[in-house]
């Protein structure tokens, strides 16, 4: 129901064990607050990525602090999603170089130059910087549009994930109604 789940629903889902990966979108001041100094919520840390939301809407954080909560989620366990925006390419393009060839594996990059607003780009293109990551792709993706997109991806020749919060919104609820229309739509749009 609620947009930001409770930590009781939290802890039932971990528990449940639901089949399948999941990822946990950290957002705002005190989740990295809370990540840089070790205090995240136990279950958070049972997800199998963790979406890092730095300066989306606003800039909460310097370049280097970004960096240091990059680098500090690396440590934690779960593999990291950095959301990719004119608010986090520094820090991200500063992070990179850094983190290991083990690691590497770990990190996957949101291009998401909307900050999760629901804006088609004027192009889908994987900056240099970014190129040798798992990259996702987000911005004004929903049923509307994801069957023109797609194939623009997959022409790209490169593995992806797309990425969605509006675009299956309906009155700021989930709506499983325009999930199955993305689902359906993606299906359509690709070769056989």
Not at 12 to 33: I, K, M, Q, S, Y
Not at 100 to 128: E, M, T
């Amino acid at each position: 129901e609620p947009r930001n789940p409770s930590q009781t629903w939290r802890r039932a889902f971990f528990d449940a064990r639901v089949p399948g990966r999941n990822a946990v979108h950290l957002c705002g001041r005190l989740a990295f607050e809370e990540l840089l100094s070790d205090s995240l919520p136990t279950e958070i840390l049972q997800a199998n990525r963790l979406q890092l939301n730095v300066n989306a809407r606003r800039m909460d954080f310097t370049p280097e602090e970004v960096r240091r909560i990059y680098i500090k989620a690396l440590e934690l366990g779960p593999d990291i999603i950095l959301q990719f925006h004119e608010g986090s390419e520094d820090a991200i393009s500063r992070t990179l170089p850094v983190v290991s060839a083990k690691q590497s594996s770990k990190v996957h990059i949101l291009l998401d130059g909307s900050r999760g607003k629901g804006v088609l780009p004027s192009a889908w293109a994987v900056p240099q910087a970014v190129a040798p990551f798992y990259c996702g792709f987000a911005g004004g993706l929903g049923p509307d549009t994801v069957a023109a997109v797609v194939p623009l991806l997959e022409a790209m020749s490169r593995r992806f994930w797309i990425d969605m919060e509006t675009g299956i919104r309906t009155g700021n609820h989930f709506d499983l109604v325009k999930v199955r229309a993305v689902l359906d739509s993606v299906c359509e749009s690709l070769p056989a």
